[in-house]
């Protein structure tokens, strides 16, 4: 049997954008060969996860599509799943990975949403990312356009997503409002400060010191950083008079640490401010003081993104979200997390990585060298 399969050519554009041209060339096969990178049995992601190959079968189902993946991130969420600590697991063994890009390769009979060239995302949590090809039911997927950076929408989903909600859903802010945030230089953090900035809003952005911060903080700065200051410094009297030589206090802070880093962000948040807690990466409880709850009166709220997608399907907020973050890549004011990519079968390398402290970049694994 003869297999179609559409090639693209990258030309660039004057935004910054790409344009895709399809070549069509033909491939004689019975079935494809594929690799996923599995887990049978929570526990360490460094010793439960293997590289399973399987084939697939070309006759496809009438609601099903084929995706040839292309890239897909390690994000905390695909860690803390492996470990089995996430708050959404899913039946095992299976596949690893929740977000990431592909391209249509064939659609079943009855799928009028797809056509072969059309790039597409999960559209929500568990779709297991980290393989080569995927068969999927057409309400899995959410077509994505095709003339930006394959990095960019293989890592919009979780990430740049959540900055956007949090920006927009907990405080009206107005413009040369201030947000302060740890763990900034997470890809999250990376989100807000870029989206912030578009949007008019100052970032204060707290960062664990390192070595290289001077870099690190040019580097924040150069997305639109207003400030990037070290916990260390965030807890000093210099922070103070930073907050008291700006405009107003922040009125709304973004915590993914937890701890004292949480409890610190709290004491530089205007009366009647909002705390958002959307990670923990400290792995510690967020404690607030009993007078920032009295005299300050304080709120404290959680997001989970996972959640907001599934309860908004319908919502038209949704498509706009979408809408406004690609608007925001092709003119390049959303820039992907610096990364470093691996193939598929590095990937005890690539996962370790991913667990360490300070690593610099978001791992991505890359299944389509034409991606890159
Ligand atoms: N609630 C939601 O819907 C939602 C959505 C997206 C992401 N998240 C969560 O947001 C967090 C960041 O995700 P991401 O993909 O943006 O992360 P990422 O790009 O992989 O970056 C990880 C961040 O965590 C920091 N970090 C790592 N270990 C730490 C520790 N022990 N103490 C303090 N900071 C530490 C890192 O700082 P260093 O450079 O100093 O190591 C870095 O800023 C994760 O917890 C993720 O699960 C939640």
Known sequence: MLL???????????????RRTAHVFTRSASSLSSQAIMYSKQGDPNSVLYLENSQILP?????????????APINPSDINMIEGTYHMLPELPAVCGN??????????KGVSSFCPGDWVIPAGTGFGTWRTFAVSTQDMLRKVPN????????????????????????????????????GANSAVGQSVIQIAKEWGYKTINVVRNRPDFDQLAEYLKGLGATH?????????????????SMPCPPKLAFNTVGGDSATNLLKHLDSKGVMVTYGGMSKKPVVVSTGALIFKRVRLTGYWNAKWVQENK????????????FDLVRERKLLPPSSETFSLSDFKLAVKSSLEGYKGSKKIFLMDDSSS
Do not use: W
């Open 4 to 18: 179609r399969i559409l090639v693209p050519i990258l030309n660039p554009l004057k935004n910054g954008g790409i």
């Open 228 to 244: 990037v200051v070290t916990e260390e410094f965030s807890r000093s009297h210099q922070m103070r008079d930073l907050i008291k």
């Open 99 to 108: 977000e990431g890009v592909g391209e249509v390769l064939e659609v079943g």
């Open 314 to 325: 319908e919502n038209p907020e949704l498509v706009r979200m979408f809408d406004d973050l």
């Open 59 to 71: 006759a496809l189902k009438d609601n099903e599509v084929l995706v040839k993946m292309k890239m």
């Open 147 to 182: 003339d930006v950076p394959a990095i960019s929408a293989a890592t919009i989903m979780v990430n740049p997503c959540t900055a956007y909600r949090m920006l927009k859903d907990f405080v009206c802010l107005h413009e040369g409002d201030i947000v302060i945030q740890n």
